[in-house]
């Protein structure tokens, strides 16, 4: 006879609560409650915020209790439970419907917010996240190589753009593939020594390779300006056309009143149809033999190569690939930004690409795009909590990888595979039969 096991009580609930509200306190107590800074004469002054932490302490109290009830309502862990089929199918319409609104509310980003310089700004920003992040989901997510010096080939992108753009003329159409491929024959430099290595240790060597970039790009001052960076890089124009006002700009070709906020919009379709193209090929990838053999390299290694795919190849492909959409973004922001210099490049943008990966759900392409939004939007929404503003971005990070511990949207299912089971002839297996 199975038992039925009991809620736990009042008393219980309360006695986790109170746990949880000491390990905030004593948390808290230096991160909260006293501040330090240095004062103007060197010495070191504090004050405190008791008020706050006391504050924080109580909602961390209620909170245990809320999702202790919660965990009552919802029932206990282990137990089977059904969603009633018109729920399966609002949510799996919804599931489909999200995209295709994403897609359409971006595209009308510049109309509703036209006259709103900070909103469109926001968006470019966002949009290039989104790119780097469905770059980078190529190598982490689809080949599940951890690889935290991505920073680099934005870097290279960058740079690339400026130098070429700069010391030969060349527009932004002839340079943006420049860059692609420079970036790609880096990637591909990057994965010849790491042919041997995984997790951790390939973790390492990447963000190795990271810092060393931007540690050339500082000393060789002679070819990137060193600390200095690099100014003056040109400006997009729409295919020869520059966006600027006077007979020769494009609002005086077709007639119109030239205004700033043209470029803006410009930008943001420009690097809307660049996170387009990636998201297109890297889905046309997953379809192809390659794409299956990154999915089978993320699953298996050993047995990756036991069905005799080439793991060189792979490897190369994927850091090839991923690289190239990170030159991409890298040659967009060198242009809108028009100014780059190393401090744009650290191991603090790496971490956050990868961050909007994981937190997105490796593999997943709505989902490192959700990611994106919810974190870059995310830092401006709690801009104005100043001190506490990483603070609850952290909290927030950690309770979605508690309950989302495969991102928002989790996806590992294979691309392709058999949805029926196939019987084998007896010719063909040695026991001699099926």
Known sequence: MTQIPRAPGIAFILKKALISALVALVLFSLMIGIRTEAGPTGQLIYWTRFGDLAAMVAAVFGGSIIVELLRQWWGPVGTIRIIPPRLQSTLAVARRGIAPVLLIFTFLVPVIFYDQRYILDLGILVLTYVMLGWGLNVVVGLAGLLDLGYVAFYAVGAYSYALLATNFGLSFWVCLPLAGILAAFWGMMLGFPVLRLRGDYLAIVTLAFGEIIRLVIINWQSLTGGPNGVSGIPRPTFFGIP?????????????????????????????????????????????????????????????????????????????????????????????????????????????????????????????????????????????????????????????????????????????????????????LVKEGHG
């Open 243 to 427: 966006l600027v006002p006077g007979p020769d700009g494009l609002a005086a070709k077709l007639g119109i009143e030239f205004s700033p906020t043209h470029r803006i919009v410009f930008l943001f379709y420009l690097i809307l149809g660049l996170a387009l193209l990636t998201n297109w090929v890297t889905i046309r990838l997953r379809r192809l033999p390659i794409g299956r053999a990154w999915e089978a390299l993320r699953e298996d290694e050993v047995a990756c190569r036991a069905l005799g795919i080439n793991i060189t190849t792979t490897k190369l492909t994927a850091f090839a690939t991923g690289a190239m959409f990170g030159g991409f973004a890298g040659a967009f922001f060198a242009t809108r930004q028009g100014f780059i210099s190393p401090e744009s490049f650290t191991f603090q943008e790496s971490a956050l690409v990868l961050a909007i990966v994981v937190l997105g759900g490796m593999g997943s392409q709505l989902g490192v795009a959700l990611a994106a939004l919810t974190m870059i939007g995310g830092f401006e929404l709690f801009r104005g909590l100043e001190q506490y503003r990483m603070l609850v971005f952290g909290v927030a990070m950690v309770l979605l990888m508690i309950w989302r511990p495969r991102g928002l949207i989790g996806h590992r299912a294979p691309t392709v595979f058999l949805r029926h089971s196939q019987a084998i002839s007896s010719d």
